[in-house]
Structure formats: structure tokens, C-alpha cells
T-cell receptor, first 108, second 111 residues
């Protein structure tokens, strides 16, 4: 079946690193994505990783993929108050399947 | 370069009515997907259009239908509205269906 699970809430202090975790079930997924949603807005594509990669780095963002355990993580270095938002992990098996989202709270 | 645009921004309808939402894809994109996002949930896939045909469909009833025009823009139609159809409706566009870019959404309230 298709299912994506995320923890619901993460709170960090400004300047710390944030790690948001996700598990997925469909091993045929070709791409895995991270999206950011601010209140009242649409989804912003942050980054994505192809399923044959282990890691991808993009400025402050690092994506790690453990295909054996079907585990995906997003690390945000030097987290800022502007990073406060809901982060969605999504897998693509034809269509995008989203998790419930992780609310990231950044305390000054 | 304009991103994905959607109209209207907000909409209030009564149960039993019909609604049409519109989406213009990002320049150069040929594929449009529609998602429903209920409050506090992740987006749920409704369907995807490519070359004016419905290419894939999620678990939504036939009350949800769509169309894609030759200029790649798209409409989502919902008939016989239910209270449970109240949600944020998101349109996403892509080229080949991989990197999907989302519009700001249409907030539909059914009373």
C-alpha cells in the first residue's frame, strides 16, 4: 500500500539544526520530496532526491535516504525563525503521496 | 516568469451547489495535478491531466471532474457539494510529472 508517516511537531532554538523524519512504504517510489507550507499558503518545493541516491545537499538543507528502511530525513542547518512552517514529505509512485506534515517551531 | 496561478482565492458555496476552480500552470509545464487539503492534513491527490486527458485518478468520487485545455490550463469541477468538500484545493504543474510546483490554492467553504 501507499503510506507516508511523519512526526507531527518539532521545536528547536534558533541557530540549532532541525531534523525532520519521514517513513514511506512504496518501494517503487522514484523520487522523494520535501515541501514547505507557511500559514495560508500553497506548498513550496524545497528539494527532492532520486531513489538511487543516499544523500543530497542544497545550501542549508541535507536530505538523507535509507532505502532499505524506507526512511527519509531533512536536516536544516542553522535554523532561523523564518523556517517556522509545516514540512511535508512526499513520495512519487505515479502520483504524489504526502505525509501529514511536521510543524517546525523555531524559538528565538 | 509567473508561477502557478489559481482562481478564485476564496469561495463560499452551499450544499448541493456546483463549483469550478481554475489553474494556470507555470510556463513550460504541460501536466497539471489537483489535490485536496483538509485542515490539518496533507494534500490528497485528486487527479492529473496531461495532453488534455485524465492520466491518473485518486480515490475521489465521480462528483469530482476536470478538464485540461490546449493551453495546458485546467479546471476542477465539483458537483453536489457536501460539507466535507470544504478544503484548500491545490493545483500543481510540472513537465513530465516529476518536479511539481504548487499554486497558492483556492479555499472552498461549503455551508
Amino acid at each position: 500500500g501507499e503510506d507516508v508517516e511523519q512526526s507531527l511537531f518539532l521545536s528547536v532554538r534558533e541557530g540549532d539544526s532541525s531534523v525532520i523524519n519521514c517513513t514511506y512504504t512504496d518501494s517503487s517510489s522514484t523520487y522523494l520530496y520535501w515541501y514547505k507550507q507557511e500559514p495560508g499558503a500553497g506548498l513550496q518545493l524545497l528539494t527532492y532526491i532520486f531513489s538511487n541516491m543516499d544523500m543530497k545537499q542544497d545550501q542549508r538543507l541535507t536530505v538523507l535516504l535509507n532505502k532499505k528502511d524506507k526512511h527519509l530525513s531533512l536536516r536544516i542547518a542553522d535554523t532561523q525563525t523564518g523556517d517556522s512552517a509545516i514540512y511535508f514529505c512526499a513520495e512519487k509512485a505515479g502520483k504524489l503521496i504526502f505525509g501529514q506534515g511536521t510543524t517546525l517551531q523555531v524559538k528565538p | 516568469d509567473a508561477g502557478v496561478t489559481q482562481s478564485p482565492t476564496h469561495l463560499i458555496k452551499t450544499r448541493g451547489q456546483q463549483v469550478t476552480l481554475r489553474c494556470s500552470p507555470k510556463s513550460g509545464h504541460d501536466t497539471v495535478s489537483w489535490y485536496q487539503q483538509a485542515l490539518g492534513q496533507g494534500p490528497q491527490f485528486i487527479f492529473q491531466y496531461y495532453e488534455e486527458e485524465e492520466r491518473q485518478r485518486g480515490n475521489f468520487p465521480d462528483r469530482f471532474s476536470g478538464h485540461q485545455f490546449p493551453n495546458y490550463s485546467s479546471e476542477l469541477n465539483v458537483n453536489a457539494l457536501l460539507l466535507g468538500d470544504s478544503a484548500l484545493y491545490l493545483c500543481a504543474s510540472s513537465w513530465t510529472g516529476n518536479e511539481q510546483y504548487f499554486g497558492p490554492g483556492t479555499r472552498l467553504t461549503v455551508t
